[in-house]
């Protein structure tokens, strides 16, 4: 018997819909990862990579030039000096930030920043020129238009683009003044993201190993959770940029890349969450609550 | 000299604009916190205060039963029977959730739940019947409506409401099915709000006192942050009602109304952010970002 047109039409829908109904089968974040291919990752560079060594272990931040060229330039001339080493985390404060400094900053005894400046400019956001941003589906509190930009939480009004307050983000510490912060004093974000604080501080990078140290560290108990007393402040013993690391010392990092395919991929599976636990799959994502998975060999 | 037409019109539009003007005046946080009343705080129902002593003190939490009614009420069975006493907190995932539970729940040495219920239904989201959800301006990723509804933040579709996953919140955990959870063990949020957990577990309040005693709790190296051994977990030395202390031995507690014209102005003020620290002044707020003050009297 032959087919009817109806059947016919009916069957061409069908061999239409396969690739579609394949592109939208749920995939859990755990089948994203297994499909990964090497080139969905990245090495960052180690000239941009941010050792921090404290008794209980080593924090690595990764920093981004392309938004803050001249606070970042200004940290390595103090890294190099040798600076941060002997300085001490002097605040906790909960559900907010960590923020180190030398402790005697104000003092007759401050640390000489040698041929570091006293003050940067702000960096607090940067044209969209020479940079993309890949936005992702959602409907932001905070801007227009938000995703990730090298790699790191962005967010834009189309016209500018400035890094995102997400848990882990590392600042410049500032007084009133928004030239005032030269980056001897640096903050990570701890807490809920507090992206009212965009475009008020130069970010510079984030937290992608240990933040774990920092996170539990006993909040303070002064104004703004600074520490009221010199011995509750944890000593930072050095700082140190991935360049100057022996590799064979080093942890082998890797990122996942933030303008893939795959990430897309990523994304989409946790935006829409198909795990067995997860009884309403939410369809909905916060710029903040997407991580960029990151690997370390050591 | 008679005034002219134009300037008769533009005494006028400064005359019309003076109120405007008033009522747009920046106030900061702590001009609109100076001017609050006693009405503007609330003091909770102490049989829905939960005081959770640990050996580095006492962690308060507010309950609403109009959210989950089965599930409190099982809850408050459980800590009748002093159930919780001599648990321990046994997982600590960092930027996600505290969660603690009988660590021998499994074995057969396990603590008799006594008269509460094995099972207790799912309480993910309830009608707006009965309960007013005071909404603010604020475009939210996950709901169409945000704000606080007694109290607490909340969000909706405009037919049914549900508690939301903000920093401080406690919610029951649960197994796969949805039905699994019975409040022998509760999670605390200790991290960027997990937004899409909304609809997907039952919450029942909201830490208000002590919280950094558990978000400074070392993360657990197990799966999902989960302690491997059980001297890494943290006694639980009691769980006790409000209504259970005397009142002499208890601290008051206030927690500011989300209900109030004050409590507008409290949200203005962090939606636009006139302390002198800020450049830009953000105009934009997300639900977890405001948190109601709460003041304790000891």
Request: proline content about 5%; charged content about 20%; aromatic content about 8%.
């Amino acid at each position: 018997m032959r087919p009817s047109i109806s059947q016919c039409f009916a069957l061409l829908v069908v061999v239409l819909l396969l690739p579609l109904a394949s592109a939208d089968e749920p995939r859990s974040t755990a089948a994203v990862m297994e499909a990964l291919q090497e080139s969905d990752w990245r090495e960052p560079d180690p000239a941009n990579l941010l050792f921090m060594t404290l008794a209980s272990g080593t924090v690595i931040m990764e920093l981004t030039p392309a938004f803050a060229p001249n606070s970042i330039a200004n940290i390595k001339t103090l890294i190099d000096a040798a600076y941060f080493d002997g300085l001490a985390i002097i605040r906790s404060q909960d559900n907010y930030v960590i923020q180190w400094a030398d402790p005697d900053a104000q003092e007759e005894n401050a640390k000489s920043l040698g041929s570091a400046k006293e003050t940067v400019p702000a960096e607090f956001e940067r044209s969209m020129d020479g940079i993309d941003i890949v936005s992702i589906d959602s409907r932001d509190a905070y801007a227009d238009i938000v995703g990730f930009a090298n790699g790191f939480p962005a967010a834009s009004d189309g016209q500018n683009v400035w890094l995102a307050h997400c848990y882990g983000m590392v600042g410049v510490s500032r007084d009133n003044g928004a030239e005032t912060g030269n980056g001897t004093s640096l903050y990570v974000i701890t807490g809920h993201a507090p992206r009212h604080l965009d475009r008020n501080v130069t970010l510079i990078g984030r937290v992608i190993s240990g933040i774990e140290l920092l996170s539990v560290l006993p909040r303070g108990t002064g104004t703004l959770g600074f520490y009221e007393s010199a011995d509750e402040a944890t000593p930072i013993m050095s700082i140190r940029l991935g360049s100057e690391l022996d590799e064979a010392e080093r942890a082998r990092i890797e990122i996942m890349r933030t303008d893939t395919a795959a990430f897309a991929d990523y994304v989409m599976s946790r935006t829409y969450r198909h795990e067995e636990w997860f009884v309403e799959p939410t369809g909905r994502i916060e710029l903040c609550n997407i991580n960029p998975p990151v690997r370390i060999i050591h």
